[in-house]
């Protein structure tokens, strides 16, 4: 779109709203790309934007992944800065006109910050409404229901991940180079929704994982990707579209 486009987009619906994506460059094991959570959350957001009245933005493919450090590729924010580029991306869109935004997380490391950052943009700015989705949040719900993976092995670049890669972008997946690794947690603590309400636990993935993987990609299938990754577009849609 042009400039142009995006202004007359607006002034023919004020209620129209801007979808930003936003992901990570990390490390995902030696099978899927650095790119993988960015790429997931741009194709969510496509399918999203294409069912509702809505602008997409380009994909904010850096976010925070500090935990990642120490394996060649990965690429973190700071957590100020990260906060910063998604303040800034609001306060633009704000001054273009939009009255809401939707960002699309692809990264569970994000969330945090994301919440945050919302609540301050909010503050600053009451009349802009705004919404965060971590897609990894939302397929969890569905992934149970077919889920090969035992309890502890759900955590990254696992069988859920791979499975949503596998539908989307095959060609990124390299599975002769998949291995099962379970986490070396304490024992009282896991990736595990049920875990993960109950306490936060600071780690870096280099002390708890050789390959960065944390499960079983072995079990992953594009079946099952493209269930999750409909669940999670049908999900999202439809909250929105309810605004």
Known sequence: MSWTEVKEAISKNPK????????????????????????IAEHIAIRVSDLLPSVLFPTLSIGYSLEHAGFPGTISFT?????????????ELHDTGFKTLIVINGHGGN??????????IKHAHPDLELFSFT??????????????????????????ET????????????????????????????????DL????????TKEVTNSGIIG?????????????????????SSIIGGL
């Open 16 to 39: 129209l709203k801007a979808i930003v994506p936003v992901g990570s460059i990390e490390q995902h094991g030696p099978h899927l790309p650095l790119s993988t959570d960015s790429l």
């Open 79 to 91: 957590m100020r800065t990260f906060s910063s580029v998604v303040t800034e991306i609001a306060e």
């Open 111 to 120: 969330r945090a910050i994301l919440d945050s950052a919302l609540t301050s």
């Open 135 to 160: 897609i990894s949040d939302i397929a969890r719900v569905k992934f149970n229901e077919f889920r090969k993976s035992p309890r502890r092995m759900i955590g990254h670049a696992d069988e859920m």
């Open 163 to 194: 499975s949503m890669m596998l539908a989307i972008r095959p060609d990124t997946v390299e599975m002769s180079k998949a291995i099962s690794e379970e986490p070396n947690f304490p024992s009282v603590v896991s990736l595990e929704s049920e």
């Open 197 to 204: 309400t109950k306490v936060t636990y600071a780690w870096k």
């Open 216 to 236: 079983n990609p072995n079990f992953a299938t594009p079946e099952v990707g493209r269930l999750l990754l409909d669940y999670v577009v049908e999900t999202i």
